[in-house]
């Protein structure tokens, strides 16, 4: 609570001091007394809250010979320290010598000037798994810096802002295939926790991870899904979930992201933000994948080195922004009515197809406005680099690094073998438009899901977004990447020459 408010809150003190010592029979003596009415909600209290509550609210220790002069001292004194006392211990990352109490406990050791005071319960909402603790009372995420490490001739570093900020940007050409170093100014105040759904796994490491952070770092706020706060009420009684609605409280107070689950678990995150994209460290599950490089086992040394540090290394993954435009180039609006479809980010590929009719589909190609060709096929697919090896590489896509910017437009199917996959520079600005002989309407789908669809003459328009996504990597200098295209995709590893290798072994 600011100064500022504490004296605008003196003269509702004082009128109750006056009604105190107006009636001198009154029993002075007056114990401790919790105030659910006024400290056991969300509402802050208002001055009419406060004066309309009997005097054994505020209380002090008073004895009856003391004068009413000294009374009168005593009451307002007591009152504001209290006030400031509960104030203090609604904020949470504030440093404070002493440990601030868990989440969802009342403090009653709490002791400023003798006087016990009530601690805090938090900002509840009631939502559809009954009260849920909201992020709106957390504070505003830690800022950061990101650099080099050093690892590049002076004349190809790449040039970055410095400056403390609360976001991750990137513009063409600030990559150049190597990594970044993040450090933060405080330690991390707020992290994400999202797991994979249905999974009794990813549960039970949800509980294991979420409670070692809470046990380990009682000042650092854990948030989930609001689903998840609902499903896990129980064993996570402490955790915070985002207000109904309200996703831009994401990346309003979220320092760290936490994954537990596979690669869809960490596209699932992407979607959660449209904007500045908070370090994202993901945990395999045991299941293999591009983008899992710690395993659960280690999450506990892991996550210490990050926090205790306030440093991790990234991979700065670029992200795509799409956008849907009817004929006249307008924005194209929601059909349930909710109005105009915002910008779509997604981090692996933007697919337009043919979907569930037979015919293929004409669509029009334009790059920064002139048209490039015309292409019949069953769809296109506009990637990223991280989605290089996804549903682009099954349709014939280049293996691309995650940290080279770039563009991917890989036909599907085409009915013209000459059309090959092209790779365009990141600040080029792609159109796909139905052109007037296709016989059906076409699929838009984003990183596999968020379906739509464009009649005639419609179109998408896709471009780079500034919003990478910042993965925390193991290892320096683009190993991890290398690493997995050799386990995972076995690429250029001869399949006779394994079978050679396991015969020998197995004699």
Not at 279 to 287: D, E, N, R, Y
Not at 294 to 323: D, G, P, V, W
Not at 461 to 479: I, L, T
Request: hydrophobic share 35%; aromatic share 8%.
């Amino acid at each position: 609570m600011h100064r500022t408010t504490i004296h605008s809150l003196r003269e509702p003190f004082r009128a109750l001091v006056s009604k105190t010592l107006s009636h001198p029979t009154a029993p002075l003596h007056t114990t401790t007394t919790r105030i659910p009415s006024l400290f056991q909600t969300s509402a802050r209290p208002s001055p009419c809250d406060i004066t309309s509550l009997p005097r054994t609210g505020f209380c002090s220790h008073f004895h009856p010979a003391t004068t009413p002069k000294i009374r009168a001292k005593r009451v307002l004194s007591s009152s504001a320290r209290q006030l400031r006392a509960f104030s203090c211990s609604r904020s949470r990352g504030s440093s404070q010598k002493k440990p601030l109490p868990r989440d969802g406990e009342l403090d009653q050791d709490l002791d400023y000037s003798g006087d016990r005071v009530l601690g805090r319960t938090g900002g509840f909402n009631a939502g559809s798994g009954g009260s849920r603790r909201i992020t709106s009372s957390l504070p505003t995420k830690v800022k950061m810096t990101l650099d080099t490490p050093g690892v590049y001739p002076k004349d190809l570093a790449p040039i970055y802002d410095k400056e403390p900020s609360r976001e991750i940007r990137q513009s063409f050409g600030t990559t150049y295939g190597g990594n970044y170093k993040l450090r933060w100014e405080e330690g991390p105040r707020t992290i994400l926790i999202i797991k994979k759904p249905n999974d009794e796994l990813t549960d039970k490491a949800l509980v294991d991870v979420a409670s070692w952070i809470h046990t380990k770092y009682p000042h650092t706020n854990v948030v989930v899904e609001p689903d998840v706060a609902d499903a896990f009420a129980e064993s996570l009684p402490f955790v915070y979930t985002i207000p109904d609605g309200k996703r831009v409280e994401y990346t309003r107070v979220t320092d760290l992201v936490i994954t537990l689950g596979g690669d869809g678990t960490i596209l699932h995150t992407s979607s959660l933000f449209n904007s500045a994209v908070p370090p994202v460290i993901s945990f395999s599950m045991g299941t293999l994948g591009f983008l899992l490089p710690f395993h659960i086992n280690n999450y506990q040394t892991a996550l210490a080195k990050l926090i205790e540090n306030r440093s991790a290394s990234l991979l700065l993954r670029m992200r795509l922004k799409c956008t849907l435009h009817g004929p006249d180039g307008r924005r194209l609006q929601a059909k349930d009515g909710s109005g105009r479809i915002n910008d779509l980010t997604v981090m692996n590929e933007v697919n337009l197809h043919r979907g569930r009719y037979p015919h293929l589909t004409s669509i029009g190609c334009f790059v920064d406005g002139h048209m490039i060709t015309e292409a019949v096929a069953d769809g296109l697919i506009i990637a990223s680099p991280t989605g290089s090896t996804a549903y682009s590489l099954s349709a014939g896509g280049s293996i691309v690094h995650p940290s080279i910017q770039t563009l991917l437009l890989t036909p599907i199917c085409p009915r013209s073998l000459s059309f090959r996959p092209v790779l365009l520079p990141p600040n080029a600005t792609i159109q796909l438009k139905i052109g007037e002989k296709s016989r059906g309407p076409a699929e838009v789908s984003l990183d596999g899901k968020e379906t739509f669809f464009l009649d005639k003459n419609e179109f998408l328009q896709v471009c780079m977004s500034p919003f990478p996504m910042p993965c925390v990597n193991r290892v320096h200098a683009g190993e991890d990447w290398m690493k997995d295209i050799n386990d995972l995709l076995k690429w250029n590893q001869s399949f006779h020459n394994k079978q050679s290798m396991s015969h020998y072994i197995s004699e």
